[in-house]
């Protein structure tokens, strides 16, 4: 409670997105089959669930199945469909509980059809609730997100509805599974791995990063905390300097400014 106490409820990400690693390794170091990794990981995500809520979070994105993970052994791949299944239906009264709106991101289609029945209610459950956006990542890859959107757009302008100079960066977001809600200010990976992998790569273009030795399995609401007291001690500059003013000024700065301008600033600094 000492670390919740320092942080600065005004100066919350509006969206945390974590890369849940480890299961497995939690397992492994304790002679488990890496099953109970997995089993082990749901008090974590409930843990963090209801710290998000608790705190005030707009969006908390957790990256659960990626469209890689299909390639691990077959018997793994049906546990941890099984796990979801279950784990939608003992989690859901969490979810009410604490006002939290679910929704999945990631290839619908390629899940099993005994979890379509499931994931429907669980999204149709929480709807109405206007707390906290839970993203679960299931089946999803950053890669293949920019594909879908890129498809998107293409049939656009195949079909005469879009002109291709019309094409921007809110355009490409408006395609995505995440259309509509804040980029990850920060992006959490427990195990102690220090990469992306696949998760949110359009979106983490400005997105700060923490890392933790901790396994998931053992990540609780104070490793939460201490992500999120980590994050507040940082200068975010998004591209711009402490001295150049806000980052809508100098957005606006560039604009007025000509490519001869720029090179002319350019000689005189050299």
């Not at 000024?249 to 001869?260: C, D, M, Y």
Request: aromatic share 8%.
């Amino acid at each position: 409670m000492i670390i919740f106490n320092k942080i600065d409820k005004a100066a919350l990400p509006k969206h945390v997105a974590i890369i849940m690693d480890g299961n497995g390794r939690w397992a492994i170091q304790r002679s488990m089959p890496r099953l109970q990794g997995h089993r082990n990981a749901v008090k974590a995500v409930r843990a963090c669930v209801e710290a998000s809520a608790e705190l005030g979070l707009q969006v908390l994105t957790l990256y659960a199945f990626s469209t890689e993970n299909w390639q691990r052994p077959r018997k793994e791949v049906s546990a941890l469909m099984n796990l979801f299944f279950e784990f939608l239906e003992k989690e859901l009264h969490t979810m009410l509980d604490n006002n939290v709106r679910f929704q999945l991101i990631g290839n619908r289609e390629g899940l099993p059809d005994f979890l379509q029945n499931r994931l429907s209610h669980a999204l149709d459950s929480t709807a109405a609730n206007t707390g906290l956006l839970l993203n679960l990542a299931l089946n999803y890859g950053g890669r293949d997100e920019m594909v879908r959107a890129v498809r998107r757009i293409a049939e656009s302008v195949k079909k005469g509805d879009l002109l291709p100079e019309n094409i921007d960066e809110s355009l490409v977001s408006a395609n995505t599974y995440t259309a509509g809600q804040p980029d990850p200010d920060l992006i959490i990976r427990t195990s102690g791995e220090l990469r992306l992998s696949n998760f949110l790569i359009w979106q983490a273009a400005y997105a700060e990063f923490y890392f933790t030795e901790v396994l998931w399995p053992d990540f609780t609401k104070e490793d939460l905390y201490k992500a999120l007291l980590e994050f507040q001690q940082r200068k975010r500059r998004m591209g711009v300097t402490t001295d150049s003013g806000s980052t809508t000024e100098a957005a606006n700065v560039s604009h007025l400014v000509s490519k001869t301008e720029v090179t002319s600033i350019t000689k005189t600094s050299g």
